[in-house]
């Protein structure tokens, strides 16, 4: 899908499920709205420019999205 995320079609269906994540699981917390979000993981990475835009319209703030969360676990 990231290969081709330039079809509208794509990039509307990532959109639209990045929106689904947020209506039913992330908006459910009031105290996203307080403080910034950090994502982990290759889907949010690939995608952030969606995944940025959805949080934009929907008043939420990333802070920092990383591919892996491998670095930060290893000292």
């Known amino acids: 899908v990231h290969q081709n995320i330039e079809e509208k079609y794509l990039s509307q269906l990532v959109y639209s499920c990045f929106a689904n994540l947020f209506d039913k699981h992330i908006c459910k917390h009031k105290e996203v709205f ?3 979000l950090f994502c982990v993981g290759s889907i949010a990475y690939y995608f952030k420019d969606i995944l940025l835009k959805v949080a934009q319209s929907k008043g939420i703030t990333i802070s920092k999205i990383i591919k892996t ?3 930060y676990l290893t000292t």
């Open 34 to 36: 307080q403080h910034k």
């Open 69 to 71: 969360s491998k670095p």
